[in-house]
């Protein structure tokens, strides 16, 4: 498995409330990503990031913001909870899109927003 | 704009039937198609992915361009392969698109 941590694992949180979420990669890849995962809408991209401090929006990034500041960590943070929010999130990692390049996730965080 | 579709939210067979899961896409220029399994509450593990034309656990994929189809398939089911299953599509760009994927149930 490539070498991807996340954390918190599991966190339940407030209406209203700041959540980060940590992902930390081990294998120097270029590319990061933050997905969710949620019933009958399978995972959807919120952010990516394809550098240091390079980052991009995906097709569910409002009521997000992520940070690259270094080449290991891509932070998720979700500004003020909603329950909306409620879900499983994964990153990702991938060292490049060149043919045959292949996206690994890490483990998943399940956020409860109550 | 690149989409992917999978048809069925559940299927069900039984151990020792063929097993079909049905993915298709919509992407102009030329795609990397994949599929991923993830098994009960753990991490998306990458099962296969067209360029490498590669069977894994039994299971096998043919990119078809003129359908725009990358169903996957395996001959005989087993219990052990209960899972979700999902699709994905890489275009030229960095992102990675999935179906809503398939939750498949071999039962004994």
């Known amino acids: 498995d490539a070498g991807i941590t996340q954390s918190p694992r599991h966190k339940v949180t407030e209406t209203g409330t700041p959540v980060t979420l940590r992902c930390h990669q081990t294998e120097n890849h270029r590319y990061m990503y933050w997905y969710r995962q949620d019933p009958g809408h399978g995972l959807r991209l919120i952010h990516y990031?394809?550098?240091?401090?390079?980052?991009d929006k995906g097709e569910v990034s409002d009521g997000y913001s992520v940070s690259r500041s270094k080449t290991e960590d891509f932070l998720l943070t979700l500004e003020s909870a909603t329950s909306s929010q409620t879900s499983v999130y994964f990153c990702?990692?991938?060292?490049?899109?060149?043919?045959?390049?292949?996206?690994?996730f890490g483990e998943g965080s399940w956020l409860t927003v109550v | 704009a690149q989409r992917v579709t999978q048809p069925e939210k559940l299927l069900s067979v039984f151990k020792g039937a063929p097993v079909e899961l049905k993915c298709n896409y919509s992407?102009?220029?030329?795609?990397?198609l994949f599929w991923y399994v993830q098994y009960s509450r753990q991490r998306l593990q990458l099962l296969l992915r067209?360029?490498s034309r590669e069977s894994i656990k039994g299971f096998t994929a043919d990119l078809n361009k003129g359908e725009t189809s990358f169903h996957l398939k395996k001959p005989f089911a087993q219990e052990e392969d209960s899972a979700m299953y999902y699709c994905a599509l890489k275009g030229s760009n960095y992102k990675l698109t999935f179906g809503k994927g398939t939750l498949l149930t071999v039962n004994p």
């Open positions: 990702a990692i991938s060292d490049g899109t060149g043919s045959g390049n292949t996206i690994y």
């Open positions: 067209h360029i």
């Open positions: 992407y102009s220029g030329s795609p990397e």
């Open positions: 990031s394809y550098g240091v401090k390079d980052t």
